[in-house]
């Protein structure tokens, strides 16, 4: 069971968490000017690395609020956290992390 | 002196041998005329019939570790074919059908058993979904039955049918015909039969790049060098997104850690194969005696092949809710592999923007099913470099246009 | 009675305490303290039971739960499968026997309790040998929080097998007194019988305790037979020891024939000599400790066999001066036999530079009677725990054993778990990992003397082997066995390499070695051994096989804990529950919650029950518990906005005090959601949800409150269970409502078809509602709220004024049937995820002015546009009698095809309507509109069903009803 | 102002003697139609101004609640998220509390809303009260961990709650959780008592 460290209530056990994959998909402007293409893409195409991964969670059984983690996909270890608006953190230098 | 006579072993206890020889371990050749990247079920399948059926032996399957060592090591080995949508019922159906002669095929003692395998219902809108499941399979050649709760006692005694437990057993789906076969004979059965008729079983080789020259493939890059290659067919299950980000290829699809659990060699309880959506349960009775269950998807993108403990948790209080039976067998070892799960649940085979190029992912918990279907449509697919009947509903294309085959409701885990 | 291979004195066992218990049928006594094996071992039995594959008698090879053979099971006091003899301590009445490597489940339910417990601490120790000990004594003093877990019913761990003395007093007085100030310290848990099983992320260690097994049939019924340890440590420090390693020859499997380090813990803990005469088969020094505390303990030690072409100087004077034959560059190469090991061969080794691989033997094999072969093959420390944290292994070729080696951040390892053999070194390294744990977390851990120990460092380095040389019999299977359980032989590897494998996990699935209930505890490392000499590869080269959880086999009941019957799931009730309960209502599980389904009368059938309860709907006056319905205060200066995004139809023009339907899509443009929407005021809503998706739909405002629209003030807020929600239905529904809310002006045109009113009830003082005018069946109706405490004195109120018009308690079943008979959809009945609002006809709901909502896009698509898509009819079975399965599929034929069949879509809802005195039902067909008037069929069992296609409404089409 | 409880019901009105029996080893009893509001709000000078409305200032720190009286009598303000408090009140003072709660956050953002029978309460004490809770809830309730006044929404067993400590060194604790839920929870804790009832008798 990782802890989930929710960015007001501290670590959190993850069963707490609801996960919302990837972070920073900005609803389009204008849905009606995209392509149908452009539009799947927005709906069902999503980045799926092996590696540092910027997605969503929310602290659903705490303070329902939503944030941000980075999260390396093939440790699990959650190499930052940070609230919805603000710019993903540069994870490279956690990169290497062993698997 | 002499030992003393020896009981006859019980039956089952132990598998048949493996033959004497299985496979070399040669040096990748410089160029292909195929290239399978991915040395798992799928990937020895579709050099298997490459070779067989299309006369395609210049194959090699490039393995970055161990043959089948991946999903196929990794799976609770269910075999079924009762799916809700005409064209999963295809490719599932011919697929079944293909185990059905598989041993012969192969000449390898696959354990194909067919035990049966109930879906169980625990809602009145489970019940309504399975009895529509049934009618539509029977409509498209699939056997299956709807049975009531005491249908499901005659086929399975263990299950507990009581009305008064939490989430009581409201009847269920039977598929006789489904069952179970034992993963690595399976798998080195392929592997053995293609390697006879040529192909190159390649391990410890990771795929680092691929090649094109305009729109068309034309190698791949490899942690043992390049290989050239005519083809590439991509069988890599968790890891195709990350091959086909090596073209600019995105894929609709996300990798979880989905998790698997044996208990100890025990004496024949569990006649069938039980499976159960609402409270993420399914659990046969492996051929030595082992209980082997499934249990539920992580929520989160995972290539670690670990999962978390609290499913695991959560999957046992629901099989003891079935089978009460099972309270003081053993935990004997846990498991996890990365599936690869689609927005709608089925799978993506079949042609790519890049010339040369073929991919098969996206089976979520429902690859090993389909190991020969795939196989086979896929050796179709890459050898007339146009899509199988059977895989032709699942393009890429379909999240653009929308003509989705969503089988959440049957898919064993809902994703 | 006393056993006969008990020794007079000595031994941890309570010999005040004698139990008596039954094995392979026979009747002996133990004493508390013992384990199955020990009390086994005292009484002269070795033999188990038989080996899976071959047969062949296999008794008791260790001590503890790395043992391969002793399989046992439980009958008495209650059947358990599988067991080890070694990890079951013994209790008065138990009654076992051995197994041919398969166990049986009990075919009665398991009446033992299960739990779990949280516990959390700074520093967690897992082991109290010596260096566990240490460890947890140094942290404890330190003033850290401190978990300490052990395996065994005793703290002790390797020094149980042993006359260690610690401060010149016998190891016991220094253990106990340390284990006595752990317990004596605050903060500090000691938990024996307990064994850290797996090893997960962020310091998360799961360990099961076995807290009423010891106690037998005196177990009491209230306790928890197991517990299952969640813990959550700062630091981790494994004190997990060492398992000794076995060496393979011929007929190495017999009963009799055991682990050197195994018979010394017997000797010493138990007070048990393993037989009569030993021969011991040694390795390395630690063997000849086994033989010289055998001999000194009386046993007959015929000989020392040390593969090593020299003994150790001093080992062997000992030896000598005990009178025992010390043979060294000499191997055994064979045994005899029956259900007893009975002699030894032995022949010199050749090769003298004492390297495993230069060994062959060379000269003619000696016999030596015994009836107890010593093997000691070197130790291999435990490192299944440190690996399952994401600890690397590192092959030690000295050791010929892998080893600790890169350690994540919080995790230590110190005593025999990381190679070291001496005493004192494992109090160090104990001593120094408590210290390092402790000041990782704020501690600050005192100087703790070190107990003085006797300086034991080994006089002459170990010889790894992993295999005594020489060739399988040509006419006679091989008998030299690599996993005993798995009846695994040399032969079994060789041919797995000569297949082509080289892959250790390919090799492993191809012999089965390591799968078995050991989990290859013992055969592992020898296992990688040999297939590196066959394929002339250093073992550092080879990759071992992962480490798993458990460490050992956790009872499936452990993990479930309380998670079972009731409180498997909660069951959701709402404020009236009791009352349908005590009305002899059928409950529906819809998600959680639990519905009245129908109230039957006695001696009703459901198809009876339902039908008066819609006519009492449709005539009269019928109420429902819809208190499940979820329940979404939005407010803010732009609630309108947003609901205007999340509903297909525009919500920001509804005038307060009016309500509307709304239809909620996903991006993907398919329903997943629908309710009533009604404005309390500009700037605040209440919205209703499904039952089941309350949930969901809350999720999915947040979600997009918070992570696209931050801008928007907008604020949502469950209110699901904070009212009672009773529709109240029928022609006479008005009469009831006006005989309760008698300040509420209940004419139609006061009153108005979706508008809602607050108002006083007359049911008591402050008891106020808000009442919408709604209808979810087509009849005149009310919605009345309430807040749940008033819910169930609103209920008996309403029943009592409705009591008069013969007011009828309904269900979900009457509830579908009604909105059925009005073509109204159940989202997820008539829907799957496949189905648009144009699917159900209901384009009406879909806004043509908003510029944006979500789902919008999609309804472009070319899939969306196709005229063949699956729309919401209603089916009319010619025979008006004939119910059409639920589920069933539509075709257009009247004659059966073969396979597969062109299916046109299937049955949704299906019903006996009082209303329309007939059968009906809903379904999705292709291009179902433009169907309207034709016959088409529904195969049922062998038949067709033909059936008329109808537009969805069946009933009052006109809408005439609705306003009473 | 008198509550008329013969038409009022709380959630586990049927379970009081229930509950009471699972004393001495666990006190736990219900404290039913208690006020409560749910109120939203950023802006910290209306969470202030609130604050005063009821003369307690409301929690600044997550997972942390206050306490204190003021025109409505004893008030609890519980932490619920960054934007989000929990006000408890003393039974039948929704109205007014209420109308000063609007009152105080305009012209800010904010909102208001009647909460008061969503979640019953449960006060729960007893030598015993931590080590049951520790059956199900993976919170560190040690005394150095959670301070008197800490205040999380966590998962006890299967249930959502909100969990305040009331008294660390007494071990002493109050559990609000969804009605619907509040029979699972009971039937929950007099399971996980089962032992140390036992273990007291």
């Given at each position: 069971m990782q802890l989930i460290p929710c960015p007001w209530c501290g670590p959190r056990e993850?069963?707490?968490?609801?996960?919302?994959?990837?972070?920073?998909?900005a609803y389009p402007e204008d849905p009606g000017a995209l392509t149908d293409q452009e539009w799947a893409r927005f709906v069902f195409f999503r980045d799926n690395p092996c590696g540092p991964f910027a997605e969503r969670w929310s602290h659903s059984a705490g303070c329902r609020r939503w944030f941000n983690a980075v999260r390396d996909t093939r440790t699990y270890e959650l190499?930052?956290?940070?609230?919805?608006?603000e710019p993903r953190p540069d994870a490279s230098e956690r990169d290497e992390v062993v698997s | 002196m002499t030992d003393p006579v020896s009981p006859a072993p019980p039956p089952g206890a132990h598998l048949p041998d493996h033959p004497g020889f299985l496979w070399e371990d040669p040096e990748p050749r410089p160029a292909y005329d195929v290239v399978v990247v991915g040395g798992g079920g799928h990937g020895l399948a579709t050099a298997y019939y490459l070779a067989k059926v299309h006369g395609i032996t210049n194959v090699a399957v490039l393995e970055k570790g161990w043959l089948a060592g991946g999903n196929m090591a990794r799976n609770t080995t269910i075999i079924r074919s009762n799916y809700l949508w005409d064209e999963s019922s295809g490719i599932y159906e011919h697929s079944l059908k293909l185990w059905e002669g598989l041993e012969e095929d192969l000449g390898y003692p696959i354990l194909f058993d067919q035990r049966g395998v109930l879906n169980l219902a625990h809602s009145l809108q489970d019940v309504r979904d399975s009895v529509r499941r049934v009618n539509a399979n029977r409509l498209n050649g699939v056997d299956a039955e709807w049975l009531d709760p005491r249908g499901v006692k005659e086929v399975c005694p263990i299950v507990n049918t009581a009305p008064d437990v939490r989430y009581p057993v409201l009847g269920a789906t039977y598929q006789p015909r489904a069952g179970i076969a034992k993963h690595d004979y399976v798998a080195w059965g392929y592997a053995r039969a293609a390697h006879a008729m040529g192909v190159d079983l390649i391990q410890n080789c990771e795929v680092t790049g691929i090649e094109t020259v305009g729109d068309r493939v034309t190698a791949v890059r490899t942690t043992r060098g390049r290989i050239a290659a005519g083809r590439v067919a991509l069988c890599a299950a968790g890891h195709s997104s990350v091959l086909a980000e090596m073209v600019g290829l995105r894929l609709p699809l996300t990798s979880h850690p989905l998790q698997a659990l044996v208990s100890e060699l025990l004496e024949p309880v569990h006649p069938t194969v039980v499976m159960s959506n609402a409270v993420h349960v399914y659990v046969s009775q492996a051929h030595k005696g082992e209980l082997v269950m499934g249990a539920g998807i992580d929520s989160y993108n995972g290539y670690g092949q670990r999962g978390s403990f609290h499913i695991i948790e959560r999957q046992m209080?629901?099989?003891?809710?079935?089978?009460?039976?099972?309270?003081?067998?053993?935990?004997?070892r846990t498991w996890a592999g990365i599936v690869d799960v689609s927005p709608d649940a089925s799978p993506i085979v079949g042609l790519t923007p890049v010339e040369g190029l073929y991919l098969n992912c996206g089976w979520g918990t429902g690859g090993f099913k389909a190991t020969p279907g795939v196989g086979d449509c896929f050796a179709h697919t890459i050898a007339h470099d146009k899509p199988h009947r059977f895989n032709e509903p699942f393009t890429l294309e379909r999240f653009t246009t929308g003509a989705l085959v969503d089988e959440h409701g049957a898919a064993a885990v809902a994703h | 009675m006393s056993a006969a291979f008990r020794l007079p004195t000595g031994g941890h066992v309570d010999r005040g305490t004698e139990l008596r218990f039954t094995f392979n049928g026979r009747s002996m006594t133990g004493y508390r303290g013992d384990t199955l094996a020990s009390a086994l071992l005292a009484n002269g039995e070795h033999r188990i039971g038989t080996s899976v594959k071959f047969g062949r008698p296999?008794?008791?090879?260790?001590?503890?739960?790395?043992?391969?053979?002793?399989?046992?099971?439980?009958?008495?006091?209650?059947?358990?499968?599988?067991?080890?003899?070694?990890?079951?301590?013994?209790?008065?009445?138990?009654?076992a026997h051995g197994l041919p490597g398969r166990g049986r489940l009990a075919d009665e339910p398991d009446p033992a309790r299960y739990d779990a417990k949280h516990a959390h601490c700074d520093v967690l120790v897992v082991g109290t040998g010596p260096a566990g000990l240490m460890a947890a004594l140094t942290a404890a003093r330190g003033g850290a929080r401190v978990v300490v877990v052990d395996e065994q019913s005793r703290a002790g761990g390797a020094l149980l097998g042993t006359r260690e003395y610690l401060d010149e007093r016998p190891w016991t007085e220094w253990v106990d007194d340390t284990v006595a100030e752990l317990r004596g310290t605050p903060g500090v848990l000691l938990l024996e019988r307990t064994t850290a099983f797996g090893v997960y992320q962020d310091g998360f260690v799961l360990a099961l305790q076995r807290r009423t097994d010891h106690l037998g049939f005196d177990a009491p019924a209230h306790a928890a037979r197991q517990r299952v340890w969640r813990i959550r440590a700062a630091q981790t420090v494994l004190a997990t020891g060492a398992h000794e390693r076995p060496v393979v020859f011929a007929d190495n499997d017999r009963p009799g024939i055991m682990l050197a380090g195994s018979a010394r813990t017997y000797l010493h803990r138990y007070g048990v000599l393993p037989g009569t005469r030993a021969v011991v088969f040694?390795?390395?020094?630690?063997?000849?400790?086994?033989?010289?505390?055998?001999?000194?303990?009386?046993?007959?030690?015929?000989?020392?066999?040390?593969?090593?072409?020299?003994?150790?100087?001093?080992?062997?004077?000992?030896?000598?001066?005990?009178?025992?034959?010390?043979?060294?560059?000499?191997?055994?190469?064979?045994?005899?036999?029956g259900d007893r090991v009975s002699a030894v061969h032995v022949a010199p080794a050749a090769g003298s530079d004492g390297s495993a691989d230069a060994i062959g033997t060379a000269g003619a094999a000696d016999t030596i009677d015994c009836d107890t072969l010593l093997v000691g093959g070197g130790w291999n420390p435990v490192v299944h725990l440190f690996s399952q944290a994401g600890g690397t292994l590192r092959y030690d070729s000295r050791l010929g054993a892998h080893v600790p080696g890169q350690a994540p951040a919080t995790v230590r390892v110190a005593g025999s778990a990381t190679g070291a053999h001496d005493l004192s070194a494992c109090l160090r390294q104990g001593w120094e990992a408590g210290c390092e744990a402790a000041l990782a977390t704020g501690s600050r851990p005192d100087e703790v003397a070190l107990p003085a120990s006797e300086p034991r460092a080994g006089e002459q380095p170990g010889l790894v082997l992993w295999r005594v040389p020489g060739e399988a019999p040509r006419d006679a299977p091989d008998t030299r066995f690599v996993d005993l359980q798995r009846d695994a032989t040399v032969s079994d590897v060789l041919r797995a390499t000569g297949a082509g494998l080289s892959s250790l996990e390919h090799v492993k699935r191809y012999t089965t070695i390591g799968t078995a209930h050991d989990q290859g505890k013992t055969s592992g490392t020898i296992t990688a051994g040999i297939v590196a000499e066959a394929l002339g590869v250093e073992?550092?080269?080879?990759?071992?096989?992962?480490?798993?959880?458990?460490?050992?086999?956790?009872?499936?009941?452990?993990?479930?804990g309380r998670d079972r019957g009731e409180l498997h799931d909660p069951a959701r009730v709402t404020a009236v529950h009791a009352w349908h309960v005590a009305r002899g209502a059928l409950f529906e599980d819809v998600g959680q919650w639990k519905r009245p389904w129908y109230f039957p009368l006695p001696g009703e059938d459901m198809d009876t029950a339902v039908l008066r309860e819609c006519r009492a709907a449709r005539e009269g006056v019928a109420l429902m518990d819809g208190s499940t319905l979820g329940k979404i205060d939005v407010q803010g200066r732009d609630a309108g906005r947003f609901l205007d995004m999340l509903y297909t139809n525009k919500m920001s023009g509804l005038r307060v005090g009016r309500i509307r339907y709304g239809l909620m899509c996903g991006v993907d443009g398919m329903v997943i959601d629908d309710g009533t929407v009604i404005r309390l005021a500009e700037d605040r809503f209440l919205v209703t949800t499904t039952t089941g998706n309350a949930a969901m739909v809350l999720d999915w405002m947040e979600e997009w409150l918070q992570t696209e629209w931050p801008h928007l003030d907008v604020y949502a807020a469950s209110v699901t269970e904070h009212w009672a929600t009773f529709p109240l239905v029928g022609p006479r529904s008005r009469d009831v409502l006006a005989a309760l809310a008698p300040g509420l002006d209940v004419g139609n045109d006061a009153f108005e078809f979706m508008a809602w009113r607050d108002t006083v009830l007359d049911v008591g003082?402050?008891?106020?509602?808000?009442?919408?005018?709604?209808?979810?069946?087509?009849e005149l109706a009310y919605e009345i709220n309430v807040t749940a405490w008033h819910g169930p004195a609103v209920w008996e109120a309403l029943m009592a004024a409705g009591e008069a018009y013969g007011i009828t308690p309904y269900g979900t079943e009457t509830m579908h049937v009604l909105r059925a008979e009005k073509g109204y959809p159940i989202i997820g009945q008539e829907t799957d995820a496949t189905v648009t609002p144009q699917d159900l006809g209901m384009a009406w709901a879909v806004s043509k002015k908003k510029a944006d909502f979500l789902g919008k896009r999609s309804f472009d698509r070319a899939e969306n546009n196709r005229p063949d898509r699956k729309q919401l009819v209603g089916l009319l079975p010619l025979d008006r009698d004939v119910r059409l399965p639920e589920g069933a599929q539509v075709v257009d034929t009247d004659d059966l095809p073969e396979p597969p069949v062109r299916m046109l879509g299937h049955v949704t809802s299906s019903y006996r309507s009082a209303a329309l005195d007939r059968t009906f039902a809903l379904a999705v067909v292709r291009s179902g509109r433009e169907r309207v008037g034709e016959i088409l069929h529904v195969p049922v069992g062998d038949g067709l069903v033909p059936v008329t296609v109808t537009e969805s409404v069946l009933y009052d089409k006109e809408g005439a009803r609705r306003d009473g | 102002m008198t509550a008329d409880t013969s038409v009022r019901t709380s959630p586990?009105?049927?379970?009081?003697?229930?509950?009471?029996?699972?004393?001495?080893?666990?006190?736990?009893?219900e404290r039913p139609f208690l006020t409560q509001l749910t109120v939203r709000a950023r802006d910290a000078v209306a969470v202030a101004r609130m604050g005063e409305a009821l003369g307690v200032a409301f929690p600044a720190d997550p997972c942390t609640s206050t306490r204190g009286g003021g025109p409505f009598g004893d008030v609890e303000v519980l932490w619920m998220g960054p934007d989000e408090f929990l006000v408890v009140a003393g039974p039948d003072r929704r109205a007014l509390v209420e109308d000063a709660l609007r009152a105080a956050v305009r012209p800010a953002r904010g909102a208001v809303v009647d909460t008061s029978a969503q979640r019953t309460t449960l006060a729960l004490s007893g030598p015993h009260a931590r080590d049951v809770l520790a059956h199900g809830c993976a919170i560190d309730l040690h005394p150095s961990a959670a301070p008197t006044g800490t205040c999380v929404q966590t998962l006890l067993a299967r249930a959502g709650v909100v969990l305040r400590v009331d008294d660390a060194e007494c071990d002493a604790f109050t559990l609000l959780v969804r009605s619907s839920f509040a029979e699972y929870l009971a039937a929950w804790l007099c399971d996980a008592s089962v032992e140390y009832r036992a273990a007291l008798s």
């Open positions: 993850e069963a707490e968490f609801h996960y919302g994959g990837q972070a920073h998909v190499l930052s956290v940070y609230r919805v608006g | 209080s629901a099989a003891l809710e079935l089978f009460p039976i099972f309270a003081r067998a053993h935990l004997l | 296999r008794g008791i090879v260790a001590a503890g739960s790395e043992d391969p053979t002793s399989l046992v099971q439980i009958e008495q006091p209650f059947p358990e499968p599988m067991l080890t003899a070694t990890t079951v301590e013994l209790y008065d009445g138990l009654v040694a390795t390395d020094d630690s063997a000849y400790a086994a033989a010289l505390d055998l001999a000194n303990a009386g046993m007959e030690v015929a000989a020392v066999v040390d593969a090593r072409p020299t003994a150790p100087r001093l080992l062997r004077a000992r030896c000598c001066a005990h009178g025992i034959d010390v043979r060294a560059g000499h191997v055994v190469t064979g045994t005899e036999g073992l550092s080269d080879q990759r071992p096989t992962t480490f798993r959880p458990p460490y050992t086999p956790v009872p499936f009941a452990a993990l479930a003082p402050g008891v106020t509602a808000r009442v919408c005018r709604i209808s979810f069946s087509g | 586990l009105a049927a379970w009081t003697d229930r509950l009471a029996a699972l004393a001495p080893a666990l006190d736990v009893a």
